[in-house]
């Protein structure tokens, strides 16, 4: 029935004011106090004074020298540190979608006792502590770990591969992390998929790879779409991979951001500000994302 | 003798919308009553208004007297059949079945008795400690049966409870729930979109259309005397044809065919003017001597009966009914034949 | 010739996404029964660093923050389903209202920001009303975040609870207050209960957000492992990480045979 149900109805305000006041309070509330602060003037011992200033978004887009006497230029350092982070955000999503959606199709297509145990199998290590999992990955690839051991070896390699502190531990780590979000909207989307569609493409003359082109890729779009938001929004923060697998030619924004609240060294309002340039990046991915969805509803 | 129920002037708004139009019906104490209605005809909800799962936005609802419209369900001595059964997945048959006679206090040893009795009544004293999901869809549907009737409601109301079997369990059933009521004396309020169920199993019928009543009355009132239009049309199969009405005399209403040809029938209030005349296709018989001409367009094989479509004189389509007997002569695509209409064939309609 | 179903090669694609996933795991689980002082040299089989988890010099420190984290989940995943559940019952059936969409943006704001922004936001906010970053922050900020996750599989099982079966029992003389209890309730345990796993899960799991409002000194096992990572990685590390695994498996496969038998019965 449309509407719900008559004897819930008057409850449902009620019920609902826990969430609005634990969620309001512990969670929008401090959203909007950030906002605030990235336009406050930083204090020396990590604090804010209560000035209004634009001194933080200043600093991040723009230079005026070692002493600041120079004429204003934009300052790269930030922006090249942002643009870093979502080209290895926007490398692992890829990465994910490639490897993801084959792992996806092959597990929806399993037998539906066995397919239970894949699905299992793939959600597990999502389950395990992130931390764990990075820190097991860092000993795995380091440069006398298990995999260069192995390699050389097998004689595959003679000097052990300078894994850690790369760009590509990086990305390895961060596709380490997110890939199970990419598989699981994908499994959902392939389990709901019409095979018969497949069946009536093949029978109007479509090869295999014509087939998962022109109609299956399309039909699963939204679970696809849906799997790269969910890995790419976190990866873009992402603190841990690049933290602990990588060094400071690969200092992403999850650290930028992190290192503003440590100590006397720490600089609040520009953090703020930083955070503040991160989510609204996030908000641009989430309404482009909203609106896709839309337009895949409506069609 | 007061009615099981008797509802004056129900209206049911959504918001702008009205479901329900100013309903008045008067159910006899042991009537099988049965609203039947395409779907989004109002029935369901009507139903749902009498058991109290939906608030009566005007008018009255009278259970033997009592005004229960504002009553919730819970303080209502009706029961439903729901029409997915709604069987408490997590309780055993039995636990179902005693489900309302907990609720209204009774102790443990004289529900499980009652419950007990009420299964073997269904034929499912077997099946006591099973779980819903252990049975088959004719299990099921027995259990709610037995569970809706175990607290012996003054008025059980059931919503397409049928819907959900497969035709022959449908047509064991229509007898079964038949006997039931007879052997209980239970007023049912039966819900159903399937005419061939409602013409098989009840006492009174109310037709049903965009939240009205158009007609209450036996299933042979309503087959063979249908008040208007929609009835004609929802019931059974018949030939609905355009009629000009020259002038009524002795309740008799003289008028003439489509086509040209004319013709009388028996119609009490009928007023000059175009009307709607309905013609049921297996009260009429192909004759040499008829004088109503059609040219047979095809000729459709149904087993039992032999189904002739055919066009009038100005084109109209007209289907004929025979029987599939060894004496009948079957005519040809693109023959004229002549039609006799059978005394009382012919029913001129309201709209 | 195959089916529609089958591409060549998502087998092999499918094996080394498992191998990517689990390899680490299986080497740190491996190498924590390593019984050499060094992490590089295989030192035969032993049960050593399990040994120094408990009564080596980090043991007191380690237990405390076990501690921690347990507590907190604990306490967090259970005010997280409480609230999460009166949500989902006013989402699921309390029909159309004014404010259900900003309270369904509302729900889901915890999930929308980065981890690393709730992080800095809640910092700021704690600091500003003047509340001491510790245990009880920690607390509310684990609450806080807990709640989308418990109120994902609540709201998806309470969605598949069909209103005829409250119907029925307030057709069958209960009370509104005996349908919840008897009929609704019973129906949606499977979706309390892993709706409450995952938010225990989480909880445990958090590193960023924690790191950010914990305040000196205090720490869940989390913070405390990535403490000690940044001097590199030591056995009894690989020992407490293959404990945690261990019991993230226990706790998956609690949720999954919960739900798998929930569903039997829908």
Redesign the interface.
């Known amino acids: 029935m449309a ?1 719900g149900d ?1 004897s819930w109805r008057p409850l449902a305000r009620p019920l609902l004011i826990p969430i609005w006041v634990v969620i309001g309070v512990f969670s929008l509330l401090p959203v909007l106090l950030m906002a605030v602060y990235s336009f406050l003037t930083k204090e020396f011992r990590g604090g804010v004074e209560w000035d209004f200033t634009l001194a933080a978004y200043d600093q991040f887009f723009v230079t005026r020298g070692l002493f600041g006497d120079e004429p204003a230029q934009i300052e790269w350092t930030y922006i090249t540190i942002f643009w870093r982070s979502i080209w290895q955000a926007l490398i692992c999503t890829a990465l994910c979608l490639l490897i993801g959606f084959p792992t996806a199709w092959f597990i929806a297509t399993r037998p539906a006792q066995s397919r239970g145990i894949w699905l299992f199998l793939i959600t597990i290590p999502y389950w395990v502590n992130l931390l764990i999992r990075t820190v097991s990955l860092k000993f795995l690839i380091r440069d006398n770990g298990p995999l260069n051991e192995g390699l050389m070896a097998i004689g595959l390699i003679t000097e052990p591969l300078p894994l850690v502190n790369t760009n590509l531990a990086v990305q390895l780590g961060l596709f380490y992390s997110y890939l199970p979000f990419m598989v699981l909207p994908i499994y959902a989307a392939v389990e709901r998929y019409n095979f018969a569609l497949s069946e009536a493409a093949a029978d109007l003359y479509a090869s295999r790879w014509t087939t998962l082109r022109e109609i299956v890729l399309p039909v699963v779009k939204p679970g696809m779409i849906a799997g790269c938001i969910l890995v790419f929004v976190p990866a873009l923060g992402a603190f841990l991979a690049p933290d602990l697998l990588g060094g400071a030619k690969t200092f992403m924004i999850g650290s930028l951001i992190d290192e503003q609240f440590k100590g006397s060294q720490g600089n609040w309002p520009f953090g703020a500000a930083a955070s503040m340039i991160l989510m609204t990046l996030v908000l641009i991915v989430l309404v482009f994302y909203a609106r896709a969805a839309s337009r895949e509803g409506a069609a | 003798m007061t009615a099981a129920v008797h509802l004056q002037d129900v209206v049911k708004r ?1 918001g702008s919308v009205t479901a329900i139009h100013g309903v008045s019906l008067t159910i006899a104490d042991n009537e099988f009553f049965t609203l039947l209605g395409p779907s989004g005809c109002g029935k369901t909800t009507l139903l749902r208004m009498i ?5 009566v936005t005007a008018g009255e609802i009278r259970l033997f007297g009592d005004d229960i419209a504002r009553l ?4 209502r001595p ?3 059949v ?3 059964y ?1 069987l ?3 309780m055993s048959v039995i636990d179902n079945v005693a ?2 006679l907990k ?2 206090g009774i102790d443990l040893a004289a529900r499980r008795t009652r419950a007990g009795k009420m299964l073997e009544m269904v034929h499912l004293s077997h099946f006591a400690d099973r ?1 819903p ?1 252990q049975l088959s869809g004719g299990q099921q549907q027995r259990v709610a049966l037995a ?2 009737l175990a ?1 012996a409601p003054k008025v059980l109301l059931l919503d397409e409870p049928l819907s959900a079997l497969d035709l022959k369990l449908r047509q064991a059933m229509r007898v079964e729930l038949k006997t039931l009521q007879q052997e209980t004396g239970i007023t049912f309020i039966f819900v159903t979109h399937d005419q061939e169920e409602a013409l098989t199993m009840s006492d009174r019928i109310a037709v049903m259309s965009e939240g009205r009543v158009q007609q209450v009355g036996s299933a042979r009132d309503i087959y063979e005397t249908p008040d208007n239009r929609f009835v004609a049309d929802f019931i059974g199969e018949t030939n609905l044809l355009e009629v000009d009405v020259h002038s009524v005399t002795d309740g008799r209403a003289s008028m003439t065919l489509p086509g040209g040809h004319p013709l009388t029938c028996p119609s009490a209030s009928a007023t000059p003017g175009r009307h709607a005349l309905s013609i049921r296709p297996e009260r009429v018989t192909i004759a040499a001597t008829g004088e109503l001409k059609a040219t047979v367009d095809r000729v459709v094989y149904l087993g039992t009966d032999l189904q002739v479509l055919s066009r009038l004189a100005d084109g109209s389509p007209f289907t004929i009914r025979l029987q599939n007997a060894a004496r009948t002569t079957i005519p040809e695509a693109g023959a004229t034949i002549g039609l006799h209409l059978e005394e009382g064939a012919a029913r001129l309609l309201a709209d | 010739m195959k089916g529609v179903r089958h591409y060549p090669g998502f087998l092999s694609i499918t094996v080394l996404c498992l191998t990517i996933l689990y390899a680490p795991l299986i080497v740190i689980m491996v190498y924590s029964f390593n019984g050499s002082t060094s992490i590089t040299q295989w030192g035969g089989l032993s049960l050593r660093w399990y040994g120094e988890v408990f009564t080596g010099p980090e043991a007191s420190r380690f237990g405390q923050a076990a501690w921690n984290s347990i507590t907190i989940a604990l306490m967090a995943s259970t005010a997280a389903t409480i609230i999460a559940t009166a949500a989902a019952l006013a989402m699921v059936k309390g029909g159309r209202f004014r404010g259900r969409s900003a309270s369904f943006a509302l729900i889901n704001l915890p999930l929308m920001v980065p981890e690393i922004v709730t992080a800095v936001a809640s910092l700021i906010f704690f600091t500003t009303i003047g509340l001491t970053t510790g245990y009880g922050t920690i607390l509310i900020a684990h609450i806080t975040f807990c709640i989308p996750f418990a109120y994902l599989p609540l709201a998806a099982r309470l969605e598949g609870i ?1 209103a ?2 409250e ?10 207050a ?1 349908a919840f209890r008897l ?1 609704l309730l ?2 949606l345990a499977p979706g309390v209960a892993s709706g409450w796993l995952l938010a225990f899960i989480i909880s445990l799991d958090d590193f960023i957000i924690t790191n950010f409002v914990k305040g000196a000194g205090m720490e869940t096992l989390p913070t405390a492992i990535f403490g000690s990572v940044k001097q590199g990685i030591k056995p009894n590390i690989m020992a407490i990480s293959t404990l945690m695994l261990a019991a993230s498996v226990l706790f998956v496969t609690a949720a999954y045979l919960i739900n798998r038998k929930g569903r ?3």
């Open positions: 509407g008559d | 959504y058991a109290g799962f939906e608030a919730d369900p819970n303080h009706v029961n439903t729901f029409q997915h709604a408490f997945p997590h489900f309302g609720m209204q779980m999901a569970r809706a607290p | 069909e005829t079966y119907q029925a029992a307030r057709d069958l003389y209960a009370t509104r005996q009929i019973p129906l039997q019965t829908p």
